[in-house]
């Protein structure tokens, strides 16, 4: 990255990254934002740009660091590049500001989780996007979150497919620590369907499932097609 900027003192709260032209995000990137973040306790990691928004890239999947200690990493004032690839959250909280967008051809798939490996959490905050399937859990038979998930779609947020609560293919939860996975439906627009398990109709949804429909501040989102509260049905 082309420059970094840390705030001062002790209790500094924020590390941000600024993108200061269209940048291609490489393997060996994500190795060293992966070791930065190592020592990390509850910071929250910003990508900006000052003078932007511009461009950042990547040729493979994101795979963000795994680091439940970490207390956010947020993209703000950025275009994406990241065309029929995945980003994986990993269990750390994401958020996606109000003006994050993306490149016209948009096709990326959201994960809470990982690709083969179990997280204790995910949190997902879009306000901004398109993204073709969201999932608060990982990608395969091994990509489950244990604990609690929670998704919310607001401002400027566009699913071109569905919101699954879960994994695309494992179960949603624990069988020895059930617990909660929540859907805030806040804003934004989802051409597909609401589900609160995962996409794999035979993974067991363990999780209590809860979908908030709007709230004192919010008239929730502009449309859905539909909402189902376990997994995609066959």
Do not use: H, W
């Not at 989780?113 to 990982?138: M, Q």
């Amino acid at each position: 990255f082309q420059s970094v900027e840390r705030e001062r003192g002790i209790n500094a709260s924020e590390v941000k990254f600024y993108i200061n032209k269209d940048y291609e995000m490489t393997e060996q990137d994500l190795i060293k934002l992966e070791l930065y973040s190592s020592s990390i306790r509850n910071q929250k990691f910003v990508f900006t740009s000052k003078d932007g928004p511009f461009v950042l890239s990547s040729s493979d999947d994101v795979i963000l660091p795994v680091n439940n200690k970490l207390g956010e990493i947020e993209f703000t004032n950025i275009t994406l590049d990241f065309d029929n690839k995945n980003i994986f959250a990993a269990g750390s909280p994401l958020k996606m500001s109000e003006s994050v967008e993306m490149t016209k051809e948009s096709n990326i798939n959201l994960y809470g989780g990982l690709l083969d490996e179990e997280v204790a959490n995910s949190k997902l905050t879009l306000d901004g996007g398109t993204f073709n399937n969201i999932y608060g859990g990982g990608s395969s038979s091994n990509g489950s979150v244990l604990n609690n998930i929670e998704i919310s779609l607001g401002k400027n947020v566009l699913v071109k497919g569905n919101v699954y609560g879960g994994s695309e293919l494992d179960k949603t939860g624990s069988s020895e620590a059930p617990g909660t996975t929540t859907i805030n439906l806040l804003g934004g627009t989802v051409e597909g369907d609401i589900i609160g398990g995962g996409k794999n109709a035979n993974s067991p949804v363990l999780n209590k499932i809860v979908i908030n429909c709007g709230n004192s501040t919010s008239e929730g989102v502009t449309y859905v097609k539909n909402i189902y509260g376990l997994s995609q049905p066959l």
